[in-house]
C-alpha cells in the first residue's frame, strides 16, 4: 500500500511519534466508548426481547409498525452512513469543500431520519400507543429512542464541527475529530441494522 | 516542512479509518443488497417462521460486518489489535446478556 512506502520513506518518525500515538490513544478511548455504548443497547435489546409480547391488551407489534416510514428510515441512515465515509475520503485528499459538503449531506439525511422516526412516534402516541401503555411499548420507545437520541447528538456534534472546519480548515485536530464521528455515525447505522431486523421486521413478521 | 505535511496525509491514517472510493461503494451496495433480502424475503412471505427469522438475523449480522470491514476499516489495524480485541469482549459481553436474558425469563411464570 502507499503509505507503507511513505512510511518507509520517513523512517520511523520517532521525532513525532508522541503526538502520533496521542492521537491514536484517543481514538481508540472513543472505540471503547462505542464498545460501551454496544453493550447499553445490548440490554436495551435484551429488555426489548423478553417484553415484546407484553402488550397489556394495547395494540401489538404487527397492529402498529407501519413498514413503509421505517424501509425509508432505514436507506437514509444507510446512505447517510456511506456519505459520511465519503466525507473522511474528501478530507484525507485534503479536500475541504468536498468534506464539509458530504458532512452537510449527512447532516440533512440525518435529520430526515429524526423527523420520520419522531412523527412515526407522535401517530403512534395519537393512537393510544404511549410508553406507558404495555411492557412492550416502553421497550419500544427506550430502545429506539435511545438509538434516535444518540442520532439527535450526532446532528448538533456534526453541525458544530463543521462550523469548527469552515473556521480552521482540516489540521491535525479537525481531522482527528472528523475520524472519530464517522465512526460514531458508522456505528449508529450497524445499531440501527439490529433495531430495524429485530424490532420491526420480527415484529411485522 | 512542506514535505513532511505531504507525507503525514498518508502516514497518519496507519492507525485509524482510510478506505478508498472503491470500498466504500463495494459497502454500501452490499449493505443495500443485504438490507433489500430479508424486505424481500419477509414482507412477502416467501419464508416463514424460523426459516425467515434465520434469513433476518444472517442477513443483519453479515451488514454488521459489512459496516465494520468496508466503512470503519477493522482490517487495517496494525498488530497488537486492541480495537478488535475489545470489540470481542463487547460482542461477547453482548450475547451473554441477550441471550441469557432470554433464556431467564423465558422460563419466568410472572413474565409469560
Redesign the interface.
Known amino acids: 500500500m502507499?503509505?507503507n512506502a511513505?512510511?518507509a520513506?520517513?523512517g520511523h518518525?520517532h521525532d513525532h511519534g508522541g503526538h502520533?500515538d496521542l492521537?491514536?490513544l484517543r481514538?481508540?478511548g472513543f472505540?471503547?466508548f462505542l464498545?460501551?455504548d454496544?453493550?447499553l443497547?445490548?440490554?436495551l435489546?435484551?429488555?426489548y426481547?423478553?417484553?415484546h409480547n407484553?402488550t397489556a391488551g394495547g395494540p401489538t407489534a404487527s397492529e402498529l409498525f407501519e413498514?413503509p416510514g421505517v424501509?425509508a428510515e432505514?436507506?437514509i441512515l444507510?446512505?447517510s452512513?456511506?456519505t459520511s465515509?465519503?466525507a473522511?475520503?474528501c478530507m484525507?485528499r485534503?479536500n475541504k469543500k468536498g468534506l464539509i459538503g458530504w458532512l452537510i449531506v449527512t447532516v440533512l439525511l440525518g435529520a430526515s431520519f429524526v423527523t420520520l422516526e419522531v412523527t412515526e412516534f407522535l401517530k403512534m402516541i395519537d393512537e393510544g400507543a404511549k410508553i406507558s401503555t404495555s411492557a412492550f411499548l416502553s421497550g419500544f420507545y427506550t430502545l429506539v429512542g435511545t438509538h434516535g437520541l444518540h442520532v439527535s447528538v450526532g446532528l448538533v456534534w456534526m453541525t458544530a464541527l463543521i462550523i469548527q472546519l469552515s473556521k480552521r480548515g482540516i489540521t491535525?485536530t479537525t481531522?482527528r475529530k472528523i475520524?472519530i464521528i464517522?465512526?460514531y455515525w458508522?456505528?449508529l447505522?450497524?445499531v440501527w441494522?439490529?433495531v430495524?431486523?429485530?424490532v420491526y421486521?420480527?415484529g411485522?413478521? | 516542512m512542506a514535505q513532511h505535511q505531504a507525507h503525514s496525509h498518508d502516514s497518519h491514517d496507519e492507525h485509524e479509518s482510510h478506505g478508498s472510493l472503491k470500498e466504500y461503494i463495494v459497502g454500501f451496495v452490499l449493505s443495500l443488497i443485504l438490507t433489500a433480502i430479508p424486505l424481500i424475503f419477509v414482507l412477502n412471505d416467501i419464508v416463514e417462521g424460523t426459516a425467515a427469522n434465520v434469513v433476518l438475523l444472517v442477513t443483519a449480522v453479515l451488514q454488521f460486518v459489512v459496516q465494520l470491514f468496508f466503512f470503519m476499516h477493522l482490517k487495517e489495524e496494525k498488530k497488537p489489535r486492541w480495537n478488535f480485541m475489545a470489540l470481542i469482549l463487547g460482542i461477547a459481553v453482548v450475547i451473554i446478556i441477550v441471550l441469557g436474558s432470554i433464556w431467564i425469563m423465558g422460563n419466568n411464570e410472572v413474565v409469560k
Request: with cysteine.
Open positions: 502507499s503509505h511513505n512510511h520513506v520517513q518518525g502520533h492521537d491514536a481514538q481508540m472505540w471503547l464498545i460501551t454496544c453493550i443497547f445490548g440490554t435489546f435484551a429488555t426481547i423478553v417484553l407484553n413498514m424501509i432505514t436507506f444507510l446512505t452512513s456511506f465515509g465519503l473522511v475520503l484525507n485534503g491535525k481531522r475520524n464517522s465512526l458508522h456505528f447505522d450497524a441494522i439490529f430495524f431486523t429485530i421486521m420480527m411485522v413478521m
